[in-house]
């Protein structure tokens, strides 16, 4: 399946490129594409483990238990609020 | 080294100067900056008389610049003042914090703090060298914009001249009128520039002076590198000094906790994500010992935007092409105005116009989302009091001019402006904290942000003191987590040090108590632990208490906008959050609890007593 991901500040930076389309095997979950971007990309494996992001699939919070689906947007942004 | 603070006392009404020393046990209990500044204010409200018939615009309403304990030394991030007096947009406390180079150069210049009397005949500005204050006539000066102001006093005075300074915004008593300093930092918060604007003043000027002494030079040297060393490490140092506070944008936006057309919506368009931002910056500035350099120099004109811009002359007034939000913030500080308070009360224009409880017969024009060219015309006539401008430059207190139920799409508590974007019906210790801060709606008086954060249990209650619950969605415990952050926050205004290098603001990590005890010993050679430095905190806080109670504040004012209470969040993750009206009332309980306070929200009669000693002995 087909899934596209965003990257927020300052995980892009790691990559390079804001939006990544990618192709997992059917029933993937949050924490199968993890370990591919883990994989791929080893700089953003580095920003990951030091600041683990919010994970949002479509308009909802997400956890690694999530269960993805074919068109999925996932969005990975920082933890932070402040002002 | 015994140190000794110096408070310079200007009449602008008779010409006349006095510079005295605080009493030891009141720079011991507040320190300097917001903390002195409180404690003088409530000094001066009171010697005339009652607190509460003191006009803000009155020559005895007084204006108080104060630079921070550690303000101008080596100390990380040490750059700020605080200018205080009673708020003419609030009309409770007024307290505005500024980065910079003009606090350094002020307690360079002599003095570390400045209390202005009176109301000076003619525009005026006061010009600080070498320990001596002059009133000098401001003739030439007067009308001008933020940065022309700034240039000609640098070439009337020479190299080395920094100003604090007003804009027209000032000048015609703009309610939401900042101070400005360079061509952003600014003191925006409550209209200390309208207060500056009434007393004639359009100016004030430091230069000269030696480096600032202290006790022990080499033990500050080496708290200074081993601190910076520490922050440097930290991410978000590392990003602030990249792409500055826009960043926040996109994680707001994401979650769906951006005011948006005047929170009717919760989330707004990509195009203010910090890298459309980046693309109009070519350089990051820094202010006064800073590490972090967080503010962009954009390519149009100006310094900026921070979040709370991109948010409220943004999202809030549906701007989205990034180079007009821009060039609002621009504006906005060429024309001496605080950008928080000025996108919200378009906004909240905006909405009304959209509701029909306003037409153009009081609007002049349409108003409506986006449209750039009414933004910008708007916020020039509010600047000069024109038409409906001269209706807005009345910030909540335009509400007089329109129908009662106006109020309740007013984004405001205590009558100030909700000072950043985030939609706080979601983290309800985000709300807790503006419904309680001292000087209004505002953010950097305590937001608990780590709540954002998934922090373990027991990180949570090392930083916080006990365990507390982690649902940043609930309404347990946030009691603690906004007095905690009320009085780290309090102390670092105090110290003159930036909140992004304060612990607990955005992160768990930063400066806390230890290091400032360490800072502090090393600048000053008082000597505290992290206990009593957190007793300054407290008592600064209780002090802003009571300077509110002088203006009839209760508990029933530490409350939020209608909106927030009963208008679900419309979309994304923060969808269905809203503030239950039984359980805010229960988070107040505990903040109560926490602060010492009673449940009606007043002081012990102890404590209330100790503080007017203080203040007697300043």
Same mark, same amino acid.
């Given at each position: 399946?087909?899934?596209?991901?965003?990257?927020?500040?300052?995980?892009?930076?790691?990559?390079?490129?804001?939006?990544?389309?990618?192709?997992?095997?059917?029933?993937?979950?949050?924490?199968?594409?993890?370990?591919?971007?883990?994989?791929?990309?080893?700089?953003?494996?580095? !920003?990951?483990?030091?600041?683990?992001?919010?994970?949002?699939?479509?308009?909802?919070?997400?956890?690694?238990?999530?269960?993805?689906?074919?068109?999925?947007?996932?969005?990975?942004?920082?933890?932070?609020?402040?002002? | 080294?015994?140190?000794?603070?110096?408070?310079?006392?200007?009449?602008?009404?008779?010409?006349?100067?006095?510079?005295? #020393?605080?009493?030891?046990?009141?720079?011991?209990?507040?320190?300097?900056?917001?903390?002195?500044?409180?404690?003088?204010? %409530?000094?001066?409200?009171? *010697?005339?008389?009652?607190?509460?018939?003191?006009?803000?615009?009155?020559?005895?309403?007084?204006?108080?610049?104060?630079?921070?304990?550690?303000?101008?030394?080596?100390?990380?991030?040490?750059?700020?003042?605080?200018?205080?007096?009673?708020? /003419?947009?609030?009309?409770?406390?007024?307290?505005?914090?500024?980065?910079?180079?003009?606090?350094?150069?002020?307690?360079?210049?002599?003095?570390?703090?400045?209390?202005?009397?009176? %109301?000076?005949?003619?525009?005026?500005?006061?010009?600080? !060298?070498?320990?001596?204050?002059?009133?000098?006539?401001?003739?030439?000066?007067?009308?001008?914009?933020?940065?022309?102001?700034?240039?000609?006093?640098?070439?009337?005075?020479?190299?080395?001249?920094?100003?604090?300074?007003?804009?027209?915004?000032?000048?015609?008593?703009?309610?939401?009128?900042?101070?400005?300093?360079?061509?952003?930092?600014?003191?925006?918060?409550?209209?200390?520039?309208?207060?500056?604007?009434?007393?004639?003043?359009?100016?004030?000027?430091?230069?000269?002076?030696?480096?600032?002494?202290?006790?022990?030079?080499?033990?500050?040297?080496?708290?200074?590198?081993?601190?910076?060393?520490?922050?440097?490490?930290?991410?978000?140092?590392?990003?602030?000094?990249?792409?500055?506070?826009?960043?926040?944008?996109?994680?707001?936006?994401?979650?769906?906790?951006?005011?948006? %057309?005047?929170?009717?919506?919760?989330?707004?368009?990509?195009?203010?994500? *910090?890298?459309?931002?980046?693309?109009?910056?070519?350089?990051?500035?820094?202010?006064?010992?800073?590490?972090?350099?967080?503010?962009?120099?954009?390519?149009?004109?100006? #310094?900026?935007?921070?979040?709370?811009?991109?948010?409220?002359?943004?999202?809030?007034?549906?701007?989205?092409?990034?180079?007009?939000?821009?060039?609002?913030?621009? +504006?906005?500080?060429?024309?001496?105005?605080?950008?928080?308070?000025?996108?919200?009360?378009?906004?909240?224009?905006?909405?009304?116009?959209?509701?029909?409880?306003?037409?153009?017969?009081?609007?002049?024009?349409?108003?409506?989302?986006?449209?750039?060219?009414?933004?910008?015309?708007?916020?020039?006539?509010?600047?000069?009091?024109?038409?409906?401008?001269?209706?807005?430059?009345?910030?909540?207190?335009?509400?007089?001019?329109?129908?009662?139920?106006?109020?309740?799409?007013?984004?405001?508590?205590?009558?100030?402006?909700?000072?950043? /974007?985030?939609?706080?019906?979601?983290?309800?210790?985000?709300? +807790?904290?503006?419904?309680?801060?001292?000087?209004?709606?505002?953010?950097?008086?305590?937001?608990?942000? +780590?709540?954002?954060?998934?922090?373990?249990?027991?990180?949570?209650?090392?930083?916080?003191?006990?365990?507390?619950?982690?649902?940043?969605?609930?309404?347990?415990?946030?009691?603690?987590?906004?007095?905690?952050?009320?009085?780290?926050? *309090?102390?670092?205004?105090?110290?003159?040090?930036?909140?992004?290098?304060?612990?607990?603001?955005?992160?768990?990590?930063?400066?806390?108590?230890?290091?400032?005890?360490?800072?502090?010993?090393?600048?000053?050679? +008082? !000597?505290?632990?992290?206990?009593?430095?957190?007793?300054?905190?407290?008592?600064?806080?209780?002090?802003?208490?009571?300077?509110?109670?002088?203006?009839?504040?209760?508990?029933?004012?530490?409350?939020?906008?209608?909106?927030?209470?009963?208008?679900?969040?419309?979309?994304?993750?923060?969808?269905?959050?809203?503030?239950?009206?039984?359980?805010?009332?229960?988070?107040?309980?505990?903040?109560?609890? !926490?602060?010492?306070?009673? %449940?009606?929200?007043?002081?012990?009669?102890?404590?209330?007593?100790?503080?007017?000693?203080?203040?007697?002995?300043?």
């Amino acid at each position: 399946m087909k899934i596209t991901v965003r990257l927020a500040e300052p995980y892009w930076r790691a990559v390079g490129k804001r939006d990544l389309e990618l192709e997992l095997i059917a029933g993937a979950r949050l924490t199968d594409l993890l370990a591919f971007l883990n994989q791929q990309y080893p700089a953003l494996s580095k !920003e990951i483990a030091e600041t683990p992001p919010l994970m949002f699939v479509g308009e909802t919070a997400a956890n690694m238990e999530t269960a993805l689906t074919d068109g999925a947007h996932i969005h990975l942004v920082w933890q932070i609020g402040g002002g | 080294m015994n140190f000794k603070s110096t408070t310079a006392v200007i009449n602008l009404s008779t010409g006349e100067t006095r510079v005295a #020393e605080v009493a030891p046990d009141a720079l011991r209990a507040y320190l300097g900056g917001r903390g002195l500044n409180m404690a003088y204010l %409530r000094h001066y409200l009171r *010697a005339s008389g009652d607190p509460k018939q003191v006009d803000p615009f009155s020559p005895q309403n007084p204006l108080i610049f104060g630079a921070g304990l550690l303000t101008g030394t080596i100390s990380p991030n040490a750059a700020r003042f605080n200018v205080s007096a009673r708020s /003419p947009e609030s009309g409770i406390l007024g307290d505005a914090n500024c980065g910079g180079f003009f606090a350094a150069a002020m307690r360079k210049a002599g003095f570390d703090r400045l209390i202005i009397l009176g %109301r000076a005949e003619r525009p005026s500005y006061l010009l600080l !060298e070498d320990g001596k204050i002059q009133i000098l006539e401001a003739d030439g000066l007067w009308g001008t914009k933020v940065v022309e102001a700034q240039e000609q006093l640098k070439a009337l005075h020479g190299a080395g001249t920094v100003a604090a300074v007003i804009g027209p915004a000032g000048e015609n008593r703009v309610r939401m009128a900042a101070i400005m300093t360079g061509a952003k930092n600014a003191a925006g918060r409550g209209g200390m520039g309208a207060v500056m604007g009434s007393k004639n003043l359009k100016a004030v000027v430091a230069r000269g002076g030696g480096a600032i002494e202290v006790s022990q030079k080499e033990s500050l040297r080496i708290a200074r590198i081993q601190q910076q060393e520490s922050l440097k490490n930290s991410k978000i140092v590392q990003i602030l000094g990249r792409v500055g506070t826009p960043l926040l944008y996109e994680v707001s936006n994401r979650l769906g906790a951006i005011r948006t %057309r005047n929170s009717q919506e919760n989330f707004f368009e990509d195009t203010l994500n *910090a890298e459309e931002i980046e693309k109009y910056s070519d350089k990051m500035l820094a202010c006064t010992s800073c590490v972090v350099h967080c503010r962009h120099r954009n390519t149009l004109g100006g #310094e900026g935007p921070e979040y709370s811009t991109v948010g409220l002359l943004g999202a809030n007034i549906g701007i989205a092409p990034t180079d007009q939000m821009i060039m609002l913030n621009n +504006l906005v500080n060429e024309l001496g105005l605080d950008a928080s308070s000025t996108g919200t009360i378009i906004g909240w224009a905006m909405e009304l116009y959209q509701r029909g409880l306003i037409d153009d017969k009081i609007c002049g024009s349409p108003l409506k989302w986006g449209d750039y060219e009414t933004v910008h015309g708007l916020i020039e006539d509010i600047a000069y009091r024109r038409g409906f401008g001269d209706t807005l430059a009345e910030s909540t207190q335009a509400a007089r001019f329109f129908p009662p139920k106006a109020r309740d799409y007013l984004i405001a508590v205590k009558n100030l402006p909700q000072s950043d /974007p985030h939609d706080v019906r979601y983290f309800k210790g985000f709300a +807790l904290g503006i419904a309680v801060s001292s000087r209004g709606a505002d953010h950097l008086r305590n937001r608990p942000t +780590l709540e954002v954060f998934k922090l373990p249990d027991e990180a949570r209650a090392a930083v916080y003191g006990r365990a507390n619950d982690p649902d940043p969605n609930g309404y347990k415990d946030k009691g603690l987590i906004v007095a905690w952050s009320d009085d780290i926050y *309090a102390v670092a205004d105090c110290l003159g040090i930036c909140r992004f290098v304060t612990r607990g603001f955005n992160s768990p990590h930063l400066l806390g108590y230890q290091e400032f005890c360490d800072l502090i010993v090393a600048a000053t050679g +008082l !000597e505290f632990t992290p206990e009593t430095l957190r007793q300054v905190g407290r008592r600064t806080l209780d002090t802003e208490r009571l300077l509110n109670a002088d203006f009839g504040l209760t508990r029933a004012d530490d409350t939020l906008p209608k909106r927030y209470f009963d208008d679900p969040m419309p979309s994304r993750q923060t969808k269905g959050h809203h503030i239950d009206r039984e359980q805010f009332q229960n988070m107040l309980d505990d903040y109560y609890d !926490e602060r010492g306070w009673d %449940r009606d929200g007043r002081l012990p009669e102890s404590t209330q007593t100790e503080i007017d000693r203080l203040i007697a002995a300043l």
